[in-house]
């Protein structure tokens, strides 16, 4: 009975009722404007996660487990972020337009046709390269290979997961 609780699998629609509200109640500084798309988690640190699924509200199973695992690693949680699916014609600029990050972390999302604030200082990198890690003029931006890629159990994605934890240490100083 003690590791019952351990073993409840939600699957995404589930997640999605469940945090269809903030988990933390800030107080409220005035009208805050309608945000016209949906999120999981609840932005407490001001960093967005963006991810392309179209078969899945935000993520399947193993790839929410996967991305929570590695936002522990770097000594995080999902109400740190704002995991957003760029689905139904989304995209970064809309995206942009209503949450202003800290850090934005991209994976498999090509960004090259985002109008970005400022061009990045290491300007010979693209936002489209795997494992950019760039300072923009309002956000550090971090481009990965999809979940999917990165998140499967071959050598290819075990070198990408050794790369994309070099980037997190660096993003996020672990």
């Not at 999809?146 to 070099?166: C, P």
């Amino acid at each position: 009975m003690g590791n019952a609780l351990n073993t409840i699998v939600l699957q995404g629609t589930m997640l999605e009722i469940l945090y269809q509200h903030s988990l933390v109640d800030l107080p409220a500084s005035g009208p805050i404007p309608a945000i016209p798309f949906r999120y999981l988690g609840s932005n407490a640190k001001n960093i967005i996660v963006l991810v392309n699924h179209p078969d899945h509200t935000f993520l399947s199973e193993a790839q929410l487990i996967f991305l929570t695992r590695m936002l522990e690693a770097c000594k995080l949680n999902m109400g740190d972020i704002a995991l957003i699916n760029l689905i139904n014609g989304l995209d970064i600029d809309q995206v942009l337009n209503h949450i202003k990050p800290d850090k934005l972390i991209a994976f498999g999302v090509k960004l090259s046709g985002a109008s970005f604030p400022e061009q990045p200082m290491q300007s010979s990198l693209s936002p489209d390269s795997p494992f950019a890690l760039l300072n923009l003029k309002e956000f550090v931006f971090l481009s990965v290979p999809s979940l999917n890629e990165v998140s499967r159990d071959t050598e290819v994605s075990k070198a990408q997961k050794a790369k994309l934890w070099a980037r997190l240490k660096e993003l996020f100083s672990v």
